[in-house]
């Protein structure tokens, strides 16, 4: 199975809530694929201008096809957590994100053709990256990392990442079986993914 097969049919559950972009470009390198969800509530009394309490939820989705995952990818997501998601799209540049910001979930997707080695699997499982902001009142952001390898069908996560090892288990069996894939169904429904604006 190749990897672009398998992220073909991964991003079909992501395309019913996120917004998909690809390719996508950070600090001049190519991602085949970014999504992005936005969620936002709001408590209020009789009428919404009076208004309690809103809290905005966020979650960013960047998704790497690699042949091997190395020391050197792993040092990659780290980077690109810390200087791109975290400051750029979580903070938007500023001291702290928005008022209203509740959380940032910051996913990075490794989508390997060779397995991980038992070295690379344990740092993976291990990775965290977590920041809060004004003791939480601002919310805060989490660092998710999960990979699926082609070569053995197998997932790993880290602990924060755990409740998506299910789905992507779950796309091997579909690419297997043959299931519509996301540009299948771009090409049925005459829809294309977003294209990135480049600042």
Same mark, same amino acid.
């Given at each position: 199975?190749? +990897? ?7 991003? =079909? ?15 001049? /390198? ?11 509530? @709001? ?7 009076? +208004? ?6 966020? @979650? $960013? !989705? ?5 042949? @091997? ?10 980077? =690109? ?7 750029? =799209? ?10 209203? $910001?509740?959380?940032?979930? =910051?996913? !990075? ?36 990392? !999960? ?6 069908? /197998?997932? !790993?996560? +880290? ?5 998506? /090892? ?34």
């Amino acid at each position: 199975m190749k +990897n672009t097969d398998y992220l073909d049919r991964l991003l =079909l559950p992501y395309a019913g809530t996120f917004n998909i972009y690809m390719p996508y470009e950070i600090h001049g /390198k190519e991602y085949p694929a970014y999504g992005y969800f936005f969620s936002s509530v @709001e408590k209020y009394v009789l009428i919404r201008e009076a +208004n309690m309490w809103t809290s905005d939820s966020h @979650e $960013h !989705i960047l998704f790497m096809t690699v042949e @091997e995952v190395t020391g050197d990818t792993l040092q990659e997501v780290r980077s =690109l957590l810390s200087e791109y998601f975290e400051p750029k =799209l979580v903070r938007n540049g500023n001291q702290y994100p928005d008022k209203n $910001h509740m959380y940032s979930y =910051l996913t !990075i997707a490794v989508l390997s053709q060779k397995a991980p080695s038992k070295e690379i699997a344990r740092a993976i499982r291990r990775f965290k990256f977590e920041k809060g902001y004004l003791f939480n009142f601002r919310g805060f952001s989490q660092g998710r990392v !999960i990979c699926a390898s082609m070569e053995d069908e /197998k997932v !790993i996560a +880290n602990y924060q990442a755990r409740k998506m /090892k299910k789905l992507y288990k779950q796309v091997f069996s579909d690419v297997h079986a043959g299931k519509k894939t996301f540009s299948r169904e771009c090409e049925e429904e005459g829809i294309k993914p977003f294209r990135q604006e480049i600042k």
